[in-house]
């Protein structure tokens, strides 16, 4: 059983900064790629950024030069910094995980529960 939590959301007025974490517990033996996704109301769910095992991020356009996706794989736990932020920003974000468990032996694709972030203008 593998379990993810993202950390870390809130109320935030225009311009602020907000730190996410997720942090993966469980029967893992190795995560691979991790993720940050967003959903606002009456959209689809979209990718934000992204970070593989060794750290190389990769970011939406959206974001580009405002958050920063970072990782510390002693911890199993991925971290979004934030800043400058905008009400366009508002959304659920969610983390996923591409892990390799250890019992039972498998790999599969772990998603958090989510957390709102809310910014106010």
């Known amino acids: 059983q593998v379990q993810l939590v993202e950390s870390g959301g809130g109320p935030v007025q225009a311009g602020g900064s907000l730190k996410l974490s997720c942090a993966a517990s469980?029967?893992?033996?190795?995560?691979?790629?991790m993720g940050w996704y967003r959903q606002a109301p009456g959209k689809e769910r979209e990718l934000v950024a992204s970070?593989?095992?060794?750290?190389?991020?990769n970011y939406a356009d959206s974001v580009k030069g405002r958050f920063t996706v970072s990782r510390d794989n002693a911890k199993n736990t991925m971290y979004l910094q934030m800043n400058s932020l905008k009400p366009e920003d508002t959304a659920v974000y969610y983390c996923?995980?591409?892990?390799?468990?250890?019992?039972?032996?498998?790999?599969?694709?772990?998603w958090g529960q989510g957390t709102q972030v809310t910014v106010s203008s």
């Open positions: 996923n995980a591409d892990l390799r468990t250890t019992s039972p032996p498998g790999r599969t694709l772990s």
């Open positions: 469980g029967r893992i033996f190795v995560i691979y790629d």
């Open positions: 970070i593989t095992y060794g750290g190389r991020p």
